[in-house]
């Protein structure tokens, strides 16, 4: 064998060995092949995943996702400018940033007066063989319960309709938690709980963990057999589950769109929640705003209170002084200094009153809470302005703090961001504080140098006159501080009035999907896995065959060796079915190999033709068998060679047991002709393998066996070599020499693909030519093998 020679066999069996490897899996004609072979698969997987699927859809409970919408508006669409109203009831940025509204949306403190307003108390089911499902304003009863009396909380309890007018409720349970729907809280824990009883409407049931009343019309009219139950539940708890279920996402980055979802099992349930949610959500805004305004006006008010008593007080002594002194009024000059004096006095007053103001609020700037009670509108100069914006954000600030603090985690980082915050402002406000201090001081420097002024004019004055003046200046600045007040409470009033949500509710809620399950997206998913689950089983059987099963697996792993020939399933007993059952399709397989060995052979002489293969079990010897039987009655003098002479089966096929055979004439015992036995048949002969000797391959390698295949190419016109398998021993590649076609048989569903290809590929290594595969022992049922069917040849005998 030449170099080339030897490198192209090593890239075959490396071809070979990778196709072994990945079993073909990757070849479309095959895929396809296997795809239709296996049909069946595809019929049980299709009904199996649909019916799957449907079932699923009938029996699992829905899940709806309801949506509403929301608006935050800005600051200038939500508020009047500032020469219009009195400053300070608007919100801070930060409060009206989408973050801080998301998470203030879907703090535990406005969930919870959401679920404080709602029926969500008691939740009723009614009890299905596979499913419950929840029945919200939809049960054929209610639960009047007492929320004085504990209830026994998350343990259902069941009523069934006994008769008209009469129910049964039944609640077996280990126990549980007791609430006081009152208080709001737990107040205990009930050990075991067995109740059974006969109840009519409307009649107390009462017990150590409840106390309620079952009104129902509708439950008489119920068929029998069906099953209610009902669930307390506390609000602590509502808020924990309908927080989980809430979603609040923006339409876009920047928008200050915000849709605010929920999910659940009760579609009309979920879209209440959500409803009195925003209704929540409007009202807390406002309520921060006229929170302010009323404790404004309450601050205020309490100011009238005390400068109308002062006032009265003045009044009657300015016309009890009038009256004892008969005292008309004042010079001209009088009047005037009087008035000067009056008005340096307001001044002085108002800024005493802001100074006291400013003073407090920079001592309790730290307490959210007394910011609040303190904050005065009643001045609004220009440093009054800024000073009660920063007092806002800071309140917002603290409020929003106080909020996080019970629903963030501590290592939240906007918790930082926020404490961050608040100190800044809270620097901010006390600079601002200390820098409008020093101006009042300063204002009230220049007021007093201008009384001392007035005072001293005053004293020229006579007594009755200038004691007449200081009544009635005091009468004056009382009167004009309880005008400025009234005024200001009136702004206050109206400003409150005024106030209007930052929020707006543009959708209300509404059920914009069902979340599971998803009959789109689980059918195509179900279409997927009858798919997959069949292409699954088949590649996952592919991958684990190891076995040659039909001609498709010859095609791919041996692709350069010609399949001479395909032998079907022999079902009859009958070893030599050319004789016994001429007109079948297993004979006709051997017609259509005995056809292909001539085309082989050409115009050549193709007299000798060797049967091996890679194990015992491969039907070598039946193949070599009929083989011979077919070449026979088509007129050609055939001769049986049976060298498989470590288990001679054709001595036991030809009762020639006891007969000499191969090994005798080896050995030289007998002759040649002494050994060759008719075959039952004309023109067929036989040469068994005779007594099994203790070195067969040492006697085949003698001149004797040379000299035997010289006598029978003389003597016959073909002659059929049953030799020993190759994969096993080397005896088959001895007598490879003397032959001119060599078919190596392989059994369906019998045969290792790798041990076939790894021995095939020797024999190409080792440069054996005319060299062919026959397939045998393959299913009648199997399709595309080119044969037709039984009865076109009459049937099959058996």
Not at 503 to 518: R, T
């Amino acid at each position: 064998m030449t170099e080339s020679n030897q490198h192209k066999s090593i890239r075959n069996i490396e071809h070979a060995s990778a196709k072994t490897g990945t079993d073909g899996l990757f070849d479309l004609n095959r895929i396809i092949h296997l795809l239709q072979r296996n049909w069946y698969l595809f019929l049980i997987s299709f009904p199996l995943c649909f019916g799957s699927v449907y079932f699923y859809h009938r029996y699992t409970i829905p899940v709806y996702k309801a949506s509403a919408t929301i608006l935050l508006k800005s600051a200038d669409q939500t508020s009047l400018q500032r020469s219009d109203l009195i400053e300070g009831f608007g919100l801070s940025p930060e409060v009206k940033s989408i973050e801080n509204q998301t998470f203030i949306i879907r703090s535990k403190k406005l969930i919870k007066k959401a679920i404080d307003r709602l029926d969500f108390d008691v939740a009723y089911f009614k009890h299905g063989r596979i499913k419950d499902t929840e029945l919200y304003r939809s049960s054929p009863f209610h639960v009047e319960f007492d929320s004085l009396h504990p209830q026994l909380i998350n343990v259902p309890f069941y009523i069934t309709c006994v008769q008209p007018g009469i129910f049964r409720i039944e609640c077996i349970s280990e126990g549980g938690a007791l609430h006081h729907f009152v208080d709001q809280k737990n107040v205990g824990y009930l050990r075991g709980i067995n109740l059974s009883q006969e109840v009519k409407p409307n009649e107390l049931i009462q017990g150590d963990g409840y106390s309620f009343r079952i009104k129902s019309d509708r439950l008489n009219s119920s068929s029998a057999g069906e099953k209610f139950y009902f669930i307390f539940k506390s609000h602590s708890q509502l808020t924990g589950e309908f927080r989980g279920k809430l979603g609040v996402n923006s339409y876009s980055e920047g928008s200050s769109i915000l849709f605010i979802s929920a999910v659940g099992t009760s579609a009309v349930k979920i879209k209440t929640f959500l409803d009195v949610l925003c209704e929540v959500i409007l009202e807390y805004n406002l309520d921060r705003k006229n929170d302010m305004a009323t404790r404004s006006l309450d601050f205020i008010q309490s100011q009238l209170v005390t400068v109308s008593d002062t006032l009265e007080k003045v009044q009657n002594q300015l016309l009890a002084y009038r009256k004892a002194n008969r005292f008309m009024g004042p010079t001209d000059f009088s009047e005037k200094l009087a008035s000067q004096y009056f008005e340096g006095e307001k001044d002085l007053k108002l800024l005493e009153i802001q100074e006291e103001y400013y003073k407090f609020l920079k001592s309790n700037m730290n307490s959210a809470v007394d910011l609040e009670q303190y904050m005065l509108p009643a001045v609004d100069d220009e440093s009054a302005g800024l000073i009660n914006q920063l007092v806002m954000q800071l309140i917002a600030l603290n409020e929003e703090q106080e909020i996080v603090d019970k629903d963030a985690e501590s290592k939240n980082p906007y918790v930082g961001t926020l404490e961050r915050k608040i100190d800044v402002t809270s620097d901010n406000l006390g600079r601002a504080i200390n820098q409008v201090l020093k101006s009042i001081e300063l204002e009230k420097k220049e007021v007093q140098s201008a009384l001392e002024g007035l005072l001293q004019d005053m004293d020229k004055l006579p007594d009755l006159e200038k004691h007449y003046l200081k009544i009635d200046r005091t009468y004056k600045l009382n009167d004009a501080i309880y005008t400025f007040l009234l005024q200001k409470y009136s702004e206050t009033q109206i400003a409150k009035a005024s106030n209007v949500p930052d929020n707006e509710i543009i959708d209300n809620a509404s059920i914009s999907a069902i979340v599971s399950p998803n009959k789109k997206s689980n059918y195509s998913r179900a279409l997927l896995l009858a798919l997959l689950i069949p292409a699954g089983l088949i590649v996952l059987r592919e991958f684990l065959n190891r076995k040659v099963r039909g001609r498709d697996d010859l095609d791919y792993l041996i692709p350069d060796v010609p399949l001479m020939g395909l032998v079907v399933h022999n079902k009859s007993n009958e070893r030599d079915v050319i004789h016994s059952h001429p007109h079948t399709v297993i004979s006709e397989s051997f017609r259509s190999i005995r056809t292909k060995l001539r085309f082989m052979a050409g115009g050549s002489n193709n007299k000798v033709i060797t049967l091996t293969s890679t194990n015992t079990g491969e039907g070598k010897t039946f193949c070599a068998q009929n083989l011979a039987a077919v070449f026979s009655i088509s007129g050609k003098k055939t001769v049986l060679l049976g060298f498989d002479m470590r288990k001679p089966r054709l001595s036991d096929i030809y009762d020639l047991n006891h007969n000499a055979g191969l090994s005798n004439y080896l050995v030289g015992q007998v002759q040649i002709e002494d050994i060759i036995y008719s075959g039952g048949y004309d023109d067929l002969y036989v040469i068994p393998a005779g007594a099994i000797p203790p070195n067969p391959s040492e006697l085949i390698t003698g001149d004797r066996t040379a000299e035997l295949f010289k006598y029978l190419r003389a003597n016959f016109d073909v002659v059929v070599v049953d030799s020993p398998p190759i994969g096993l021993v080397a005896d088959a590649r001895l007598l490879m020499q003397y032959a001119d076609t060599h078919l190596f048989v392989v059994r369906s569903h019998y045969t290792l693909k790798d041990h076939m290809v790894h021995t095939i590929q020797n024999l190409r290594t080792e440069g054996v030519q005319s060299l062919g595969v026959v397939l045998n022992d393959i299913s009648i049922k199997d399709k595309g093998y080119g044969y037709y069917s039984s009865e076109y040849y009459g049937g099959n005998s058996n």
